[in-house]
Structure formats: C-alpha cells, structure tokens
C-alpha cells in the first residue's frame, strides 16, 4: 500500500460538530475558523435536551456523538495544533484520523513536533521521517542527532541529493520516487508500547510556491504500522 493509499483510506471520514444554541454569535465563527483546515462539519442547532450550550462532534456515518464540550469553558485560547491542550481537548482527541487540509509549513512544523516529542518521551523503538528535499534534513540535524542518542532507530528519507549531510546514528535513505517527493511523514512505531505510536502523513498540493499539506495524523497502531511496513518493503529498510 503506497502513501497515498493510506491517505486515501482515511479521507471521507468526516465528522461534525454541532453548536447547539451559542451564546453568541461570535462563539459558531471562532470555531468554523479554528477547524477550517480540517474535515469537520460545523453546524448550528437547537434543542431542548440537556446538550443546549454545548458543542457536540459526532460521526456523520451513523450520528453517533463522540464528545461534547460546554461552551461555557471556551473562554481560553483555543489549541493551535495537534497535542495542545485546551477547553477542546475532548473533542481534538477524537480527530484522530480525520483527514485536514492546506496545512502550511508551521503547521505541519507544529505537527512533527508531537510525534518527535512521543519519540523522545518513550526513548526505545523506530522513528521514520520523510522530509522530501534535502535542505529540509540540513535543517533539523541537530534533532534528530539527539534523537538518535536516545535507543532508537531513526531513519530518514529524502529525494537524491549530492549534499546529503551525514548525521551520526541516523540512516538517511535517498529515494528517488514521488511519494518521497511529496510526502512529509513521521511514523513512531511505539517502542513496544502501541499506546504510543503515532503517525503524521501528509502529501503536498498545489502551487509549489505556496507549500501546503493534504493529510492527517493518528494514533492507531495499525495504521501505523501499515506506513512503517511499507517503508520497509518498499525501501529496503533493515529492520
């Protein structure tokens, strides 16, 4: 299975997020801006339940509810990205596998922090990052150098290069393939943990100019380790 094909899996599973009876009007617009990027439905509502007030994410498959928060507790700043916390915690927990969009490179940035940062907390097992262009390597060297001072197997992936820069203790497989081309991935395979594998695969779209991501990030095992298993079939990858 390529990269695309995992991404492909995953698109379509689209969730949404009710606003049952806001406060005010600005309350439905903070949020509509905040999941723009992501393939989350906002929707405004009433109801005489016990849910008025609340913001509620279910499943646009078979309407099942997944969380619901209290607008009353979103008078903080809301996260910027995956693993930050905030009032809507509950709800970011179950985007796990929905697909975003037209992430830039901060983004994304911000993004691949949360899964080097899983990598360095559980310090054993393997972590692959595909960073497309070699310039992109150059520029983290100094990460990942230290995250190969840690037990684990860090490997890397760029299209070919001839200034590909050497980093102790960390495999840097040059590809010249598409996928590689256009993807920015990073897998951790948990370290013998599967509550700690975590994966973010994005491909690029669009103007080359004005860089921007197609994708999404999760914490499923499986999931995981289909990418992880691919790259090790499909490049040779020593184990």
Known sequence: MSLRAVIDTVEGREKRLTVFDPPNDGA????????????????EGTTDSGL????????ERDDEVLAAVDLRHLDGDIAVGPGEQ?????ILEHLDGTTFTSYDISRMMAATREMEDRAWRAGTG????????????????????????????????????????????????QEDTAEIRRSWFVAFDGGGD????????????????DRRFYGFWTYDPDTVATVVDHLHETYAVPA
Do not use: M, N
């Open 28 to 43: 439905v617009a903070e949020l509509r801006e905040y999941f723009d990027s992501q393939a989350v439905r906002i929707r």
């Open 194 to 209: 599967p509550a700690d594998a975590c994966l973010l695969l994005a491909e690029e779209r669009g103007d080359p100019e």
């Open 52 to 59: 008025s007030g609340y913001v509620v994410l279910s499943d």
């Open 126 to 173: 393997e972590l692959h990052a595909g960073f497309q262009r070699v310039d992109a390597i150059r520029a983290q060297k100094g990460v990942y150098e230290d995250l190969a001072t840690k037990d684990i197997d860090v490997h890397t992936y760029c299209a070919p290069s001839d200034d590909v820069p050497a980093i102790e203790d960390v495999s840097v497989h």
């Open 86 to 90: 905030s009032a809507l915690a509950p």
